[in-house]
């Protein structure tokens, strides 16, 4: 039983970060039609600029996640602006070309900026954990669930309640309507894509504390990112949350029960169940011919 | 004259082993020659019916491993009493095996990943290939897991002395790249031109407009995948036969990357295109490494990627048409002009 | 018609160019060098590279060898056994070089080892602990690292201090850490020790939480632990999290104590680790000038202290490469491999000599390295 709710736990801290991660891509995805491969390199680099600020420059650790978060939405924007500004109205295997391109240099910047060594991020919160009867979980990941809890709030308002937010919704529903309703949808275009991108920053600059911070420690991020917008469906923060939550109670109980060898291969497995179930998928709002 | 051309390009191509001395040239096209061969199969999928598989290493990765297990022959154990017991085949049934396996493997997919399109259906191929990957890497009393199948036969036999064999080795399995490529390129170019290809390419250009029309969509769609995965299975043949030694990191997406710039670079829906962005991405991580530090060379291959999607989006071979077809007739105008005075 | 004349200009340009590119006759003695110095390993290779070029540097600076200096030729084997072929493919082809060193990880020493018998040329490996590596029947194969047994049976000797009842497993799931965890397994169960849980975890994964809530519940009392080090100090740190108390024994080398110490901080406390090469007590080595010289070296170069214990494989590879030249007489791959059985070289890990294993009349050569056990106790590295 114990064993069985610390799965519980662990399933529950895991998500909050997971869907952090799948939000972002999923407004990219949603809004813009791009299969955002750089999506684990901002989530990388998110987590060296903690290490530069709070580990190398000895800043406030708090005030460095502020800064890593800032940075996040500012390269998602450069980004955006010379990438994929220039290829509007490209087909979607377009874009996502330059997106691998990004990616693999990005990843090679990094290693060449950094070294392939894993660093490794102090924080201020106290090593012993947090025990809950038979349970426990560590400061440091309480701290990141409400964070990413809070942050996906903040997006959800954004997006629900905010001039831009109904600009972004309209876009989704209908790019050329939108434009014609008088949307700007280059800025659109381009606060989506920061706003995805220090979302996934963040993620990166609050997981690097909690684990090592490496040159690839994206490629993985992205994967799941990926799987979670499948399982939550285009454009849906609520989806993307949803599937973040499921996807890491998927690996968690994947991998205390059946084998851990499949832990990374569950959330892959869900998605090709849910198309042979339900293709329309779990929560989407339009149907799957993005 | 187009004939011509052909007969010399190939003449060319054959030529190759006569004259080239260096042999790491040669390991180099054998390389190249088998990614070529997978980046034709993918154009099939990707150029002709406009579907963006980013699982195409999967079928690749399956031909590799059928082939491999063929010809070592392998033991499973079922049940606690009964064993199954696979004995070793030679090489060229081994081969066949591989094709069929990513061909009906080709045909699952095809059925289930069909029903979506677009974004979906770009990272449902991902979830399979990586799926696919885990299996390879975790059912260990049949793949070996992450300990990599050793010691696959190369495609020669005979000569029992090794040394002398293994002398002979590159020459051999380069013609052997060669001619699969050629039959793949003579399949591919037979059926586009066919009543598929043709039902294929209006997929692409319209599909609402296609089906109404009375095209059914997804048998289509699921026969392209099938000989195209059969073809990715082929190469994962050569692959393993070649390169001697499989693991699951066959199914690395940078592979599937390496084959989708190959076509896109090249030029989509093009008979050549996959040819010329072959060439171009097999060969230059090889001069790269000839002068720039690792990272570097990295480096240096992503913006070669960005800039060509940049500036050629539709790929080289289209582009060089255009411009073969701007010249010619500005020359005729101008001939025109001359013959006016 | 014009795309085909459109390929044979592209393809004739590349190949020319690629032809210009033959490497001319040079006067040094030419060391090929394959190891992963980008990609998922990369760290590691890297630091086995720096330590081979301080071999490099010693030998040079005493002469050279046949009165040559030696020159290594590095190649990017990428972390990934394709590109490990393309590396010995150009370092024997290319380069011509009659001997060399790689390729880390065992995947990529069994990717490689078909060109060696294609060409004829011996190859140290200095990393690489997969026992297929030297019972194929591979000639040229000359291996200074500890096979996963061998280095099992080693701490066979030393199993009575840890007192251990039941031993739960996590690794790494590659050939490294699936060898490690079935070797000690058959070291542990000869001792009469039973076995708990075996949990797998892939190389990039950071979150082990799930793997750790599994091993707590199997009641065990002692983890090993085989990966490398940044997966070491996450299992360190999240065994914490979840107050996991078991005593850890890291496997396979890799653990850098000094890294886990300065990364993962109290967690790392009591931990033990099974090593080639303790930099720490370089005077307490087998070889305490060679094993200081190294260090100094090292240290005088700014390199990571935390890096010693892969960067040694390095420097005893090169070593071994070159005392074998020096034994040939000559810069020749069939005369090389011939001597290289008979050498003895001082290295950083120990004495280096090789036995014969695997199927007669093909043997390959394996050195029996030395294996040291340290523990960290009050954020400091001891001997137990």
Known sequence: MAEFLQHILNAIVLGGTYALLGIGLTLIFGIMKVVNFTHGELYSFGAYMIFMFSAMLGLNFFLAIILSMVLGVLLGGIIEFALLRPLRGANIDTTMLVMIGAWIVMQNLEQLSWGGVAKSINHPFPLDPLVIGEVSVSWIRVFVFFFAVILIIGSYYLINNTKLGKSMRATFQDRDIAALMGVNINRVYTATFALGSGLAATAGALLGPVFVVTPTMGDMAALKAFAIVILGGLGSIAGATIGGFILALAEEMGAGYISSGYRDAMGFILIILVLIFRPTGLFALKERYG | MSRWISILWLAFLFSIPLWMIDLYVLHILINTGIFVIAAMSLNLLLGYTGQLSLGHVAFFGIGAYVSALVSLGFDLELTDTYTFVFDAKPVWIAFLSGIIAAGLFGWLIGRVAFKVRGAYFVIVTISFAEVVRLVSLNWIDLTEGPMALNNIQPFTLGIPNLWEMTLYQKIPNYYLVLVVAIVCYILIRRLVHSRIGRAMIGLRENEPLATSVGVNVTHYLVIATVISAAMAGAAGGLYTHYFRIIDPDIFLFIYTVTMVIMVVSGGKGTLAGPIVGGIIFGLLPEILREFAAPEMQWIIYGIAMILIVFFLPDGIVPALKNWWKNHRSKRTDSAEMDAGT | ?384
């Open chain 3, 1 to 384: 018609m014009n795309r085909f004349k459109s390929i044979a200009l592209v393809l004739a340009g590349t190949v020319v160019a690629s032809v210009s590119f033959i490497a001319t006759a040079n006067e040094t003695i030419k060391i090929g060098v394959s190891q992963p110095l980008t990609g998922a390993v990369a760290a590691s290779g890297n630091y086995v590279t720096q330590g081979a070029q301080i071999a490099e540097s010693f030998i040079n600076d005493a002469g050279g060898v046949l009165g040559k200096k030696i020159e290594l030729v590095i190649e990017d084997n990428k972390s990934n056994p394709k590109e490990a072929v393309a590396t010995a493919e150009k370092l024997i082809i290319r380069d011509k070089v009659s001997v060399m060193m790689g390729a880390w990880s065992s995947t990529y020493t069994l990717a490689v080892m078909p060109k060696l018998m294609e060409y004829g040329v011996p190859m140290v490996v200095e990393t690489s602990s997969s026992g297929k590596i030297t019972t194929s029947g591979n000639p040229w194969i000359f291996r200074i690292s500890p096979t996963s047994q061998m280095e099992a049976k080693s701490f066979g000797t030393k199993v009575d201090q840890f007192k251990i009842k039941k031993a739960d497993f996590i690794v790494v799931n590659n050939d490294w850490g699936r060898g490690a965890s079935e070797a000690f397994q058959e070291v542990l169960k000869a001792k009469g020790i039973s076995v708990g849980t075996v949990e797998t975890m892939d190389a990039k994964a950071t979150d082990l939480s799930a793997q750790l809530a599994k091993i707590k519940s199997s009641g065990g009392d002692t983890l090993f632990v085989t990966s490398g080090v940044e997966q070491i100090t996450l299992v360190l740190k999240q065994m914490k999290e979840q107050r996991l108390n078991h005593q850890v024994i890291t496997t396979g080398g890799s653990s850098s104590p000094d890294q886990l110490i300065s990364q993962a901080g109290a967690a790392a406390e009591g931990s033990n680790h099974l090593l080639f090469f303790a930099p720490w007590f370089p005077e307490s080595a087998p070889n305490p000038s060679v094993a200081t010289k190294f260090v100094n070296e090292w240290n005088k170069r700014g390199h990571n202290f935390a890096g010693l214990t892969e960067g040694f494989r390095g420097h005893d590879g090169i070593m071994t490469i070159a005392a074998g030249i020096k034994a040939a007489g000559k810069n020749d791959s069939k005369a090389i491999q011939q001597a290289l059985w008979d050498v003895k070289v001082k290295g950083v890990n120990g004495n280096i000599e090789f036995i014969k294993q695997g199927p007669a009349g093909k043997e390959s050569a394996q050195n029996v390295p030395n294996v040291y056990v340290v523990t960290i106790k009050d954020g400091k590295i001891a001997l137990p």
